[in-house]
């Protein structure tokens, strides 16, 4: 409990840093735990730099746009009653999710050191089943999320508007 009131004031008194770092440490623990319990590589196979390359993505890539997005969505659509969460999540699966993926994919292809050739190739053969698998998940934790998660959760509300 000490450690979620910690969090808690460090958000309050610096919102932007301690949501990038968390989507950083986020990514980063996502991945240890599919190379360690999906993957199965043990600690003497686990790849170190694919670990910190998902955590600079947050840190970077994902932590950013993802909050400057809900600060987007916002202002799209104010309000927290069921109805508003519908919508945020419609507008989010339909609009952002494609082109949030879209480019995902080939900024961790660029980052594993892919040519724009291969980086290309690997995106028209990953995309569409990446995207499908988005939605079997996806739409459901951002439902919840939109309703259930209190805004200064999911951005700093004193950033300047988009």
Known sequence: MALWRAYQR?????????QVLTAGSLMGLGDMISQQLVERRGLREHQTRRTW????????FVGPVVGGWY??????????TKLDALKKMLLDQGAFAPC??????PLVGTLNGLSAQDN???LQRDYP???????????????????????????DRSLPPP
């Not at 460090?10 to 301690?18: G, N, Q, S, Y």
């Not at 390359?53 to 970077?60: I, N, W």
């Open 10 to 18: 460090a958000l309050a008194a610096h919102p932007w840093k301690v």
């Open 53 to 60: 390359t998902m955590v600079c993505l947050g840190c970077g």
């Open 71 to 80: 600060k987007v969505l916002d202002r799209l659509i104010p309000g927290t």
């Open 100 to 105: 949030f993926l879209g480019c995902f994919l």
């Open 120 to 122: 290309w190739a690997k």
């Open 129 to 155: 089943d990446a995207l499908i698998t988005n939605y079997y998940l996806w739409p459901a934790v951002q439902l919840a999320n939109f309703y259930l998660v209190p805004l200064h959760y999911r951005y």
